[in-house]
């Protein structure tokens, strides 16, 4: 890749109209840039801002004292092809150029330098013929590499031009694979994970190439038999083919280990651990991967047998901390399952595991192995706290987390300012039921759920070393957006009734909030340009955001618009 070059001019795609931009000078993002990405604290360069998943900013200059006078600056209409569009993606920024995608797998670039408009550059659109969910993009080189599906693919986009460079199919036989998390950049390589394993993939891990596109490693989350971990899938159905562990959120990665951590999903079918009797190895889990081969140094499964939709896809946060007295490098998780656990991140050796939102589906977790205390080796079908719906047609019983988990997709962030982790966290509870006639790709591999709750949500800042609970605050609406934390002493949020928030990141007291109307299901994120801060966020829900407000009547008017909105002083 060249060192320097120059931005010209570029052409709206589908738009037929040339968009005059300034040339200025712009750097390669290259893998010293990504190491060092909180030298660029104006800039967001990759999907959680840094390598350990924080998404905390150092940015300060709007803080607890101005907060209450932020703005809308401007707003970027997305999409346009259909009226139920979404996005869960982190918009990208550099130098004042933000890089975003949608449902639709489009890639766009904004110019928003001046602070008071976005104008779109250009727009790359791959084609899809289906809307698919998409998290958004990463940076390399002089390339913007974003998701695209119908079929799985990774592309690969010249920032300047908007021009594809390369294209490589991701379905590798499984045609209801899908790439739906943003894609991770290591070194010289783009690590990438499979979604779809609620429709019955077997999901893997891989590597590829970034400056040809070219696949270099694949690993699967389900062992084949023979392979370790196989012993776990005690069936006669070959659950293993269809097995899941998707990996649908981007994972973190520790330049000096050179280990990248990555959450695995659900075994499939989705509710009925009958069918796959064992463990279900290495779905629920934490796995730590070396980018550079592929291999596994380790995983801790989180919910063994998993018969709730429990999967433990959401960011595995790497902090630094003191435990007893000594000084430890370590990953933190706000489980889907309602725990918070924190690890060693050399091993994966718990720390410690408590809940931080009502649960009901265990008695509590083994301090010394992590598992859950009423975990039965001996059982090829566990029954945990007896909650478990294991007989179709016998009555429900509920489960606490619901099948939507304490924490989920949407990120949680740790502050460096407090030595806290924010959790935005479910609070609901639902029964989770068998339907086996699903248990097959024509009938979707999943059973059934329902809920009488109204699905509501709060904020909970937790001690990541002692998982205390500091401060908890109730939301009325769900929370699907994740949190952003920063040094101006603020914690960001966004809701599905439409607000965007604002919280003390001590006394979590609202300091500010706007209400846009719509849909919220993307991280806010925060960049700066020309010295002054702002604050971006993608709206647009689509039908799951409406389901999750079925028991929320005065909300069943809400409209749905993909907009991206950027709030200054």
């Known amino acids: ?139 390399w080189g002089n390339l913007v590499i974003s998701p695209a599906n119908r079929p ?20 590798f036989g499984q045609e209801a694979t899908r790439l739906t998390a943003a894609p991770l950049v290591i070194k010289d390589k783009i690590i990438v994970g499979a979604s779809g394993g609620d429709a019955g993939v077997r999901d893997w891990l891989a590597a590829l190439d970034a400056a040809t596109g070219k696949v270099l490693w694949r690993k699967f989350t389900i062992p084949a038999p023979g392979e370790p971990g196989s012993e776990t899938w005690k069936d006669n159905n070959n659950a293993w083919q269809t097995g899941g562990g998707a990996i649908w959120v981007t994972g973190t990665y520790d330049p000096d280990t050179n280990q990248t951590v990555w959450g695995a999903g659900n075994p499939v079918p989705m509710f009925d651990p009958t069918y796959r009797p064992g463990d279900n190895l290495f779905t629920n889990s934490a796995i730590s991967w070396d980018p550079d081969t592929g291999k596994m140094d380790w995983y801790f499964q989180y919910t063994p047998g998993d018969m709730w939709d429990f999967d433990e896809v959401g960011t595995h946060i790497l902090i630094d901390s003191e435990v007893a007295g000594q000084q430890r490098k370590l990953i933190t998780h706000s489980a889907r399952n309602g725990f918070l656990y924190t690890m060693d991140r050399s091993n994966g050796q718990i720390i410690g595991a408590k809940p931080y939102v009502q649960v009901s589906w265990t008695k509590g977790i083994d301090q010394k192995t992590g598992k859950p205390i009423d975990y039965d080796p001996a059982k090829d079908v566990q029954t945990y706290a007896g909650v478990g719906n294991l007989t179709p047609g016998a009555p429900l019983k509920s489960v606490c987390p619901s099948f939507n988990g304490g924490n989920n997709f949407f990120p949680s962030s740790y502050s460096l300012r407090t030595k806290l982790i924010y959790i935005p966290a479910y609070t609901s509870c639902s029964t989770v039921g068998i339907d086996r006639t699903k248990h097959s790709a024509e009938r979707g591999w999943n059973g059934g759920y329902t809920t009488s709750e109204r699905f509501e949500s709060a904020l909970v800042a937790v001690d990541p070393v002692t ?56 991280p806010p994120m925060t960049f700066e340009v020309d010295g002054r801060q702002y604050l971006a966020i993608i709206s647009g829900g689509g039908v799951s955001a409406r389901r999750r407000l079925t028991n929320t009547p005065e909300l069943k008017d809400e409209r749905n618009a993909m907009v991206l909105y950027v709030f200054g002083l």
């Open 1 to 139: 890749m060249r060192p320097q070059h120059f931005r010209s001019l570029a052409f709206a795609l589908g738009t037929g109209t040339a968009l005059i931009a300034t040339p200025v000078p712009a750097a390669d993002v290259t893998p010293e840039r990504l190491v060092n990405a909180n030298n660029e604290p104006q800039n967001w360069l990759m999907n959680h801002r840094t390598y350990d998943g924080q998404r905390f900013s150092p940015l300060a200059r709007i803080n607890k004292d101005n907060v209450k006078n932020l703005k809308l600056a401007y707003a970027v209409a997305l999409g346009g092809a259909s009226g139920d569009e979404w996005t869960e993606a982190t918009p990208l920024v550099e130098d004042g150029f933000i890089y975003v995608t949608d449902s639709w797998g489009a890639l766009y670039k904004i110019d928003g330098r001046s602070g008071d408009a976005g104008h779109i550059i250009w727009r790359m659109d791959p084609k899809q013929e289906k809307q698919e969910n998409n998290r958004g993009a990463a940076l």
């Open 152 to 171: 799985a693919r990774l592309v690969a986009t010249d920032k300047e031009t908007g021009k594809v460079v390369w294209e490589t199919n991701m379905v």
């Open 467 to 522: 998982q205390e609970i500091k401060k908890s605050v109730p939301l009325p609406y769900p929370n699907a957006a994740g949190a952003l934390s920063t040094a101006g002493g603020l914690v960001f949020t966004a809701l599905l009734d439409g607000t965007v928030a604002a919280f003390d990141d001590t006394t979590l007291a609202e300091l500010w909030k706007m209400n846009l109307g719509t849909y919220f299901k993307a």
